[in-house]
Antibody, heavy 119, light 106 residues
Framework: EVHLVESGGGLVQPGGSLRLSCAAS????????MNWVRQVPGKGLEWVSY????????YYADSVKGRFTISRDNAKNSLYLQMNSLRADDTAVYYC????????????WGQGTLVTVSS | SYELTQPPSVSVSPGQTASTTCSGD??????ACWYQQKPGQSPVLVIY???KRPSGIPERFSGSNSGNTATLTISGTQAMDEADYYC?????????FGTGTKVTVL
């Protein structure tokens, strides 16, 4: 069974940093593209970042470009999101999601981890 | 940047058909996906590649995509279908989610 488990969320001050992790199991992680998606409580979904199966191709939303870094360790079946220069409007639940590619959508999602940026 | 627009809300009676739309420039030239999200839960993929259903998604969920509009249709809507629905597409090296539609089963 496919499982995605995020961790690393919490309270951080504006300007601070946080690293999110997503532990994957139940599938061959190295075969799949992955994404981070966030959602402000009570609001809509916002795509944050994409990484190809090998890690060679990466994309970011304009709202996080230059501040966030996505990465993966295929040997550890793990996805990461390094978040720097955090702002209040980065406060959200962050989900990792498996990407089927070629319009196949995000077929598995984690339970999410809450990031709160506040002084 | 690319935008996908959805109506904020749709209401439907149990057993009836609910349809919601997703509008974007030349959306029909891209693949559209749809997600269902219930309160306190992670999103669930209900339609991919415009009209395909993932394993485990009931046949009452269907999708289409043409021109500037993608449509999600729920036939024989059940109370359990009450949720927020989001469309999604890929454009210019970025995924875009729609604004979301709350489907209420009255």
């Amino acid at each position: 069974e496919v499982h995605l488990v995020e961790s690393g969320g919490g309270l951080v001050q504006p300007g601070g940093s946080l690293r999110l992790s997503c532990a994957a199991s139940g599938f061959t992680f190295t075969n799949y593209e992955m994404n981070w998606v966030r959602q402000v409580p009570g609001k809509g979904l916002e795509w944050v970042s994409y990484i190809s199966s090998s890690g060679s191709t990466i994309y970011y939303a304009d709202s996080v470009k230059g501040r966030f870094t996505i990465s993966r360790d295929n040997a550890k079946n793990s996805l990461y999101l390094q978040m720097n220069s955090l702002r209040a409007d980065d406060t959200a639940v962050y989900y990792c999601a498996r990407d089927q590619g070629n319009g196949g959508g995000f077929d598995y999602w984690g339970q999410g981890t809450l990031v709160t940026v506040s002084s | 940047s690319y935008e996908l627009t959805q109506p904020p809300s749709v209401s439907v009676s149990p057993g009836q058909t609910a349809s919601t739309t997703c509008s974007g420039d030349k959306l029909g030239d891209k693949y559209a996906c749809w997600y269902q999200q219930k309160p306190g839960q992670s999103p669930v993929l209900v339609i991919y590649q415009d009209s395909k259903r993932p394993s485990g998604i009931p046949e009452r969920f269907s999708g289409s995509n043409s021109g500037n509009t993608a449509t999600l249709t729920i036939s024989g809507t059940q109370a359990m279908d009450e949720a927020d629905y989001y469309c999604q597409a890929w454009d210019s090296s970025a995924y875009v989610f729609g604004t979301g539609t709350k489907v209420t089963v009255l």
